[in-house]
């Protein structure tokens, strides 16, 4: 197998998927922090990758409206937990639906559909590799690119973010690497603002 031509398969393949709530752009950079992840803490390349190009299918079977009450700064509560669940579940089936289209490894296919089954509300992992993915999607928001359009998606300022970020930065991660990354770029979104209310 060609890997890089499979990666660049997967990536188009998952595409329509990721229209609904505009994660094209998510999905780019959590791919690219992996791959950082990946270089640093290990792991297996056949699944980290695929789990993370995947891992968001699930919101295309749910309606614009219910998303925004799904995730996000404001989001709480059991419907939102709920919500949340659906993207996780309906993505673990579509995953297995397109590697089995790919003729991926089973095996694989199985680990990759657990590790998304339950990416978001998986409060424990039983790999490095889940660790790696979570971690990879979680970085997107401390990402410039990832910061400011998670502020324009979520209609917050600047500083209800940096709270937001600021309160999970030392739970949210299970690599070192993941730790250190999202702690440099939440410094950089500081000095970006020039807000003098933020405080790390």
């Not at 959590?30 to 270089?39: F, N």
């Not at 989001?75 to 949340?84: F, I, M, S, V, W």
């Not at 590790?115 to 790696?132: A, M, N």
């Amino acid at each position: 197998m060609n890997w890089n031509q499979f990666i660049k398969d997967l990536f188009k393949l998952v595409e329509p998927y990721l229209e609904t709530r505009g994660d094209l752009l998510h999905t780019q950079v959590a791919h690219k922090y992996s791959l950082l992840l990946l270089e640093e803490e290990g792991g297996d390349k056949r699944i980290v990758e695929p789990a993370v190009i995947l891992h968001d299918v699930g919101w295309s079977r749910l309606k614009p409206e219910k998303i925004k009450v799904a995730y996000g700064v404001r989001a709480a509560g059991e419907t939102a937990k709920r919500l949340n669940r659906v993207h996780e579940l309906e993505g673990a089936k579509i995953a297995r639906a397109l590697l089995n289209e790919k003729k991926y490894d089973p095996a694989l296919t199985d680990r990759i559909a657990l590790i998304i089954e339950r990416h978001d509300s998986g409060k424990e992992t039983d790999s490095l590799e889940e660790k790696v993915v979570k971690d990879s999607d979680r970085l997107w928001r401390f990402s410039k690119v990832g910061y400011y359009q998670e502020m324009e998606r979520q209609s917050t300022d600047s500083e209800e973010r940096f709270r937001f970020l600021s309160k999970h930065l030392g739970t949210w991660f299970f690599t070192e690497t993941a730790r250190k990354v999202a702690d440099e770029e939440l410094k950089k979104r500081f000095q970006e603002s020039g807000n003098a209310k933020h405080k790390t």
